[in-house]
């Protein structure tokens, strides 16, 4: 039923995890409708307190002055912010639907991308502090927030997709070797587009 | 049935000494994280500073623990891979004793102020001959083993574990060629740009044939006995081991990106750490799908956990690793904390996961007892996790502000930071770091706890060859 994928019931993953994950694994939502209706609005936080954030303050990365970027330069990146998250997410929720096969925990795309929306939910709120562009008070609140997501990836998979808690611990480990790969890989790709002009200017 | 005993000993004493050159050199790691934020803790005192205490951090990690761990588990497995007992024990206990000798007086040496001043080959030319000697006789007591073993197919982990001490001995040597001067001091034979070279030359096969090589040999045996599985491919290990080999020894100039070596030699390592992703990935499938299969371990198998970490680390590591080698990441990522942060998600979440691992296996086995705390156990996976995870993002989050910040220029095209002011900042981020080693730390020396309450008094148990399957008898 993928009436039970409302906001109501993914405010209550956020204080009720266990109960949430109960849910959704008697529910069996669409795809497209986790997405547009629960997805899409927390993907867009993150870019939007970015853009809000560096467009006002600039970044602080450790130097007195912050680092000022031109509007046009914002929004590209931005936009880029919100395409990687949304490519992330899809391409998390696909890998953990074809890995799920290894680890007998078939389920169908709309509860992947649920449970990995439901893990992300945490990140995307307190990407709030990137209203305050800092880079070390972002990442002091993000290191624990990590913390609690990856703790509702360990907890949310056995239950989410009905496997033994010993099976499921493997499949969140290796979900959790593709998203520091992911996360390593945005660092890599973020540096070849400055190096290429795109973003702050660099002297290279 | 033969009434031939495996030398288990020699891998009890091993382990022994690898647990304890890991406290004493991840404390070194900590105290220079410490310094790093606090400089006047070195209180004027030579011996204490950075410069010297950070060789003896690495060298300790790479030689004392790292290499102790792979002779204990090299002469572990290769007896039980060959079916036969070590070739020349006493050779073996000679090699064990002599190589904690070498560890002892090399890091007095770094701290007495010797030093080649090359990265991972700082000590002088007198341990740098015993080194040879002493991995020769290691060489000797291994290929022995082999030569005179009772089964013909020779296992993968000794494939792994041969390429370690044939490979680590040539880069070893020819890298460290120099002309002594007095008895603590030395000239390499290589100059300029030729010395980067073959510097690096060797620095990355350090990281490639030891701490990549050396491991797998462990992992390729520990893994299935410890899942009780075969290998998931036995043919895809085989074609990894020598995509591996074949690819690794290329990949050095990417040390020595926008350097003064060939454009060409900095291109060609830059291909090579490329395509090396494909062997190491092989190897991180092969062994993912073979643990996955024996999922219901885990419920009685704490250290199980580690060894399925330890895999999701080194896909990190040999993804960033690449990655790191590509000319328009490297222009920002060198010479920042990222490359830190690297080494360490490979040093830490990799090479030392998998050893804990293997070592909470072993060690029961060698002795016969029960491991003497499973809920220890599972903390201390905790720990190394959360160490590792902290440590990683502190220096992610460090590197990429300094790679921003040391190439940001003004409209004038002038550097708008100075490096004094750029390392000033990074003050909560070492903060960070520091806090991280010691979680990292703590959970070491509750495993040396462990360990220790486990062997206390007992003596390696012996095992008997058992007799071979004809199938793979040697006629």
Known sequence: ?204 | MSDQTYHDNIALRLIQFAVIWAIAAMAAGVYIAAELVWPTIDFGQFWLSFGRLRPLHTNGIIFGFGVSALMATAFYSVQRTCHTPLFMPKLAWFCCYAWQLIVLTGGLSLLAGLTTSKEYAELEWPWDIAIALVWVCFGIVFFGTIAQRKIKPIYISNWFYGALIIVIAMLHIINNLAIPVTIGKSYSLYAGAQDAVVQWWYGHNAVGFLLTGGFLGMLYYFLPKHAERPIWSYRLSVVAFWAFVYSYIWAGPHHLHYNSVPEWVQTLGMGMSIILLAPSWATMINGIMTVSTAWEKLRSDPALKFIVLSLAFYGLATFEGPMMAIRSVNIVSHFTDWTIGHVHSGALGWNAMITYGTFYFMVPKLVGRELYSKKLANVHFALALAGTMLYIIAMWAAGVSQGLLWLSVDQLGELSFSFKDIMASMTPYYLLRLVAGLIFLAGTILMAYNLFMTMKGKEAARVTVPAVNPAYGMN
């Open chain 1, 1 to 204: 039923m993928s009436s039970t994928i409302n906001l109501s019931f993914l405010l209550k993953s956020l204080y009720q995890p266990v109960e949430a994950f109960e849910a959704l694994a008697k529910a069996d939502p669409s795809p497209g409708r986790v997405f547009f209706r629960y997805s899409l609005w927390l993907l867009a936080l993150p870019p939007l307190f970015a853009l809000i954030g560096a467009a006002n303050f600039g970044w602080r990365i450790g130097a007195e002055d912050p680092l000022m970027m031109e509007t046009n330069s914002l929004l590209v990146v931005s936009v880029g912010y919100f395409i990687v998250l949304s490519f992330g997410l899809f391409s998390t929720a696909i890998i953990s639907r074809w890995m799920a096969a290894t680890y007998g925990a078939s389920a169908s795309l709309g509860k992947h991308v649920a449970l990995i929306t439901i893990v992300g939910a945490p990140l995307a709120i307190a990407s709030i502090a990137h209203l305050f562009p800092d880079v070390l008070v972002n990442v002091l609140v993000m290191i624990p927030t990590m913390i609690w997501s990856m703790y509702l990836l360990y907890k949310g998979i056995p239950i989410v997709l009905d496997t033994p808690p010993e099976r499921g611990m493997l499949m969140a480990s290796s979900l959790v070797g593709w998203l520091l790969v992911a996360a390593v890989s945005l660092l890599g790709i973020s540096m070849g587009l400055w190096t290429m002009g795109l973003g702050p200017s660099l002297g290279v």
